[in-house]
């Protein structure tokens, strides 16, 4: 069984601040893992995705994640926070052969002028 | 490309009546998924199809759920009778074999 744990429900962050969102996961084969972002009343879009080659993965909108195998950890990053990057983001595991994604219960980002 | 479409965006309906919600795919996915979205449980993978055949449906709740793909280009999600706990925000998502998931904008169902 695979599952994702997002260990932060509301992180608030100042514009120009870093933001980091926390993701653990449990996957009992080896996982790609994916970070997606849900604005407001809009479907969600795929950030970053990590499928086994590099640990640091980079995304779109200056995002990154990395991958830590030891500490079952792929925690999402950003040096400096835009107010555009409010939204909900959703820390998504997949098990190798497999075409379901189990989606952890969402972070939502706030970001303060 | 226009990405993966959905129908209505919004639904109100009432307890007790038949709800359809549609799906176009992106041209050329072989894979399409319907999830259910509440405050409740989160994003839930309801049913999964490849080349237009039905592959898991263990997540569809109820008998009242069922899901047809008559060709590569349309889905439907069904709920007959709909039922107040059923309202949700329902996605439709495709993808090209084993990658990432395209999302569509989702079809917020309200049933009164």
């Known amino acids: 069984a695979q599952s994702v744990t997002q260990l932060d429900s509301h992180v608030s962050v100042s514009e120009g601040t870093p933001v980091l969102l926390r993701c653990n996961y449990s996957s009992s084969y080896s996982p790609s893992l994916f970070w997606y972002v849900q604005h407001p009343n809009k479907g969600l879009q795929l950030l970053l995705k990590y499928t086994s080659a590099a640990t640091l993965v980079k995304g779109i909108n200056g995002f990154e994640a990395e991958f830590k195998k030891s500490e079952t950890s792929f925690h999402l990053t950003k040096p400096s926070a835009h107010m555009s990057d409010a939204a909900e983001y959703f820390c998504v595991v997949r098990r190798a052969g497999s075409y379901q994604l189990t989606f952890g219960k969402g972070t939502k980002l706030s970001v303060i002028p | 490309d226009a990405g993966v479409i959905q129908s209505p965006r919004h639904e109100v309906t009432e307890m007790g009546q038949e709800v359809t919600l549609r799906c176009k795919p992106i041209s050329g996915h072989d894979y399409l998924f319907w999830y259910r979205q509440t405050m409740m449980r989160g994003l839930e993978l309801l049913i999964y199809f490849n080349n237009n055949v039905p592959i898991d449906d263990s997540g569809m709740p109820e008998d009242r759920f069922s899901a047809k793909m008559p060709n590569a280009s349309f889905s439907t999600l069904k709920i007959q009778p709909s039922e107040p706990r059923d309202s949700a925000v329902y996605f439709c998502?495709?993808?090209?074999?084993?990658?990432?998931?395209?999302f569509g904008p989702g079809t917020r169902l309200t049933v009164l």
């Open positions: 998502a495709s993808s090209l074999e084993v990658s990432e998931q395209f």
